[in-house]
């Protein structure tokens, strides 16, 4: 049986206390293991990196905590079975790799422990938030991520796929994930009110107790990509006992504040944000541009005016750095040891 609503809803709360209030998510994956070399031009895209490049997964996550992130994301947002057999491997490996993204986040988590036990003085002036606690948080893509041709950031996956066939795609995995010994599970790049229902189903029929977050992309203040209600997709997650946060990733800066407030609305569990650098993917050529408009490569002065609309889980996503979660654990907490190059 899943967690009594009561109960699952103070686990984020409780951390939240223990961190001062606040929580500092991780920044995006995908770029960083390729500055560290690593070759993810792949429909597996960071999740090749389970198989091929294990210690770059490690040190990405090693160069978020150094940077200040209690909540780290797992390399699995792209690793599912169905993905992992179509590229040839055999089912029982595809479950091996979930698992191993778990593992390999805890040991980054340990090695990050042992570190500051050792020499405090390389990390961080406040020793409290130096020994803060520390959330994995498994990662779950989109169905539409798992397509690899950009659906996730439509939202559209056409008539013929259902709730049922999105609870068909995901349980495995999500079971997996949920009991590879992750602290959360990270429901991610949420496209469309359909996919939500299918995981709030999902986690109270395999009666997983292990808390989760939905986190959706949206393309303005009110919308997620698909063009559903981000009111409408955060009370589904309000609805959803097992939920413990509410918010939006891969999205545009300018969209985050009233995001915030229209979340708010719909719920009253916590609310995270982790936007991307402001700029567009194209599926077509697999690349990011830049948006007409305003450069948003730095958010970080906005953490501010966020945290007063209400939100108090930030982080990063596509085309993030650890200098960004850097500046965000400085604009929450106060200056660190080290500085950015």
Not at 87 to 110: C, N, P, W, Y
Not at 181 to 198: R, S, V
Request: glycine share 8%.
């Amino acid at each position: 049986m899943g967690l009594e609503g009561k109960e699952t809803s103070s686990f984020m709360r409780d951390f939240l206390e223990k961190s001062d209030g606040y929580g500092v998510i991780d920044g995006g994956f995908a770029t960083e293991l390729e500055r560290h070399g690593a070759d993810i031009n792949d429909q597996l895209w960071s999740a090749k990196c389970l198989i091929s490049s294990s210690h770059l997964v490690r040190r990405v996550h090693l160069d978020y905590l150094d940077a200040g992130a209690n909540i780290i994301l797992t390399a699995s947002y792209q690793a599912t079975i169905q993905g992992f057999e179509a590229k040839g491997f055999s089912r029982e490996k595809g479950e091996a790799m979930l698992r191993r993204s778990v593992e390999i986040a805890r040991e980054a988590r340990d090695i990050y422990y042992d570190r500051c036990t050792k020499d405090s003085s390389d990390f961080m002036r406040n020793e409290k938030y130096m020994k803060r606690p520390i959330l994995i948080a498994a990662s779950v893509g989109s169905y539409g991520a798992y397509l690899a041709d950009g659906s996730e950031y439509v939202g559209d996956y056409g008539d013929a796929v259902t709730v049922q066939t999105l609870k068909d795609f995901h349980r495995e995995r999500v079971k997996i994930l949920a009991e590879a010994g992750a602290d959360l599970i990270a429901f991610e790049t949420i496209p469309n009110k359909l996919e939500a229902q299918a995981y709030a189903e999902l986690l109270e029929e395999e009666g997983i107790d292990t808390p989760a977050w939905f986190s959706f992309s949206c393309k303005d203040e009110r919308n997620v990509v698909s063009g559903d209600s981000i009111f409408e997709c955060a009370s589904v997650a309000d609805s959803c006992g097992q939920v413990v946060a509410v918010g939006v990733n891969c999205t545009a800066p300018r969209f985050i504040h009233g995001l915030i407030s229209s979340i708010k609305k719909a719920t009253s569990k916590p609310v995270l944000v982790y936007p991307n650098s402001g700029e567009t993917y194209i599926a077509e050529s697999n690349q990011w541009v830049k948006s007409s408009g305003v450069a948003e490569d730095d958010f970080v002065p906005y953490i501010g005016k966020w945290r007063d609309a209400g939100a108090s889980l930030f982080g990063g996503c596509c085309r993030t750095t650890p200098c960004t979660i850097r500046g965000i654990t400085e604009a929450i907490y106060g200056k660190l040891r080290d500085k950015c190059t």
